[in-house]
């Protein structure tokens, strides 16, 4: 039964995630081409794609906590449906604008924060301790590979029918992801034994994390990470289009790339974190992303394709290994705090990161711009040696009360 329920979970956030990685060509595009974006318009509209980890993360692991999983991530699906189809039907009416689309980012942004806190929330329920590590790879290599194949399709799809009407396959996939996720039953995280108020919980959950010894290092490095995607997510389409002068559809395969590093990322992850160990290895791939990061504004198309899939694959280490840390190391009453506290300040990082990139932009270039922002990256391998883990080769598995004892 669980297996079941895990497959059709997989396949409704496959289908909305593929959809998701042809609208995240679709929408720069219609941006850029349609209505002729500046840098700075297109940091906004980044930017507002991520605003909401900032302002409900938090309370989103409350929410989350006291509503059914099922409720929440269909309802955030259908939300989601109708804010991108808004942009395809204003199109055609002619009342397309910059500000719709910063409108329609900020609103699949709170839904998107609430469907991923409740989405990482149900997965420990379904899929036992010990599969944990993999099915957490497989979820990312699945990730990968819609991030490779979408991209390339959103290009091709834009130069053929426009980059608005393509917004109407994103639409469509989260229809299917709803539908798909209603088949499975109502679900409910473990309550408190006592009920406390909404801000007393989210101080609990902020509390584990910041003072964890493994958790908040982990906390840190993925903010400056993203704080550097925001940059990126703000700028690449900006970059290509501007100064390297690639058509749609090559945009769609020079962003393919970071799909590719994901997808190899993840294909190595568990054998890679067994080979050297969850902590020497992470500190391994940071440095590496360094690298990669620096590498994708030091030159052309090809410097920026190596550069973004070394970056994308050694993020993807971090990102696995972390998060099963989280799940396996955090109490299950406290387990959608503890993502959801995570979130807020990591995720948080991107919107800054892309208004900055924006602004920065406007004024010294995409491309200086984005060697600086390869610069930021450094920190990641910093704040992991100058943490509890330096020294060794895996990180510690703390049950609950050592784990409590620790953060305190």
């Known amino acids: 039964m669980k297996l079941t329920m895990f497959w059709r979970w997989w396949a409704a956030g496959t289908t909305s995630g593929l959809g998701s990685a042809i609208g995240g060509v679709a929408l720069p595009l219609t941006a850029l081409t349609v209505l002729h974006a500046s840098a700075f318009e297109m940091g906004v509209i980044s930017a507002a794609g991520y605003l909401a980890y900032l302002v409900i993360s938090l309370p989103a ?26 942009i395809p039907l204003a199109w055609w009416a002619g009342l397309l604008s910059v500000a719709q689309l910063v409108v329609v980012a900020l609103v699949m942004s709170f839904a998107n924060v609430l469907f991923a806190v409740a989405n990482q929330t149900f997965l420990p329920e379904i899929v036992p301790a010990a599969q944990l590590q993999a099915r957490n790879s497989l979820n990312s290599g699945t990730h990968a590979a819609t991030e490779l194949g979408g991209p390339s399709l959103g290009g091709l799809a834009v130069q053929v029918l426009g980059a608005a009407p393509t917004l109407l396959v994103d639409a469509v996939s989260y229809l299917i992801s709803a539908v798909l996720l209603r088949t499975l039953p109502a679900r409910q995280v473990p309550a408190p034994a006592t009920r406390t108020s909404m801000l007393a919980q989210i101080r609990e959950g902020w509390h584990f994390v910041t003072r964890h010894p493994v958790m908040a290092p982990g906390m840190w490095a993925a903010t400056v990470v993203n704080f550097v995607n925001g940059a990126y997510h703000a700028l690449f389409a900006f970059y290509l289009v501007r100064e390297l002068h690639a058509s749609p559809a090559l945009v769609g395969l020079l962003l393919a790339a970071d799909g590719l590093g994901t997808l190899i990322g993840a294909a190595v992850t568990t054998r890679y974190t067994d080979r050297f160990g969850t902590a020497r290895g992470m500190i391994f791939a940071a440095f590496a992303g360094v690298a990669g990061a620096l590498l994708i504004p030091a030159g052309g198309v090809l410097a920026f394709a190596a550069g973004n899939l070394i970056f994308a694959g050694t993020v993807v280490v971090l990102s696995v290994t972390t998060r099963t840390y ?61 943490s509890p883990v330096r020294g060794l080769r895996d990180l510690p598995m703390l049950d609950a009360p050592e784990a409590a004892t620790a953060a305190r």
């Open 61 to 86: 692991g409350v929410i989350v906590q006291r509503m059914p999983l099922r409720g929440i991530q269909v309802g955030a699906d259908l939300v989601r449906a109708l804010a991108v189809v808004s």
């Open 326 to 386: 989280r799940m396996i190391a955090s109490p299950p009453e406290l387990l959608s705090r503890v993502i959801a506290t995570v979130r807020f300040v990591s995720w948080g990082a991107i919107p800054v990161g892309g208004l900055i990139a924006g602004a920065l932009a406007g004024q010294l270039g995409a491309r200086t711009t984005l060697l600086i922002f390869g610069a930021v990256t450094v920190c990641t391998p910093l704040i992991w040696l100058l």
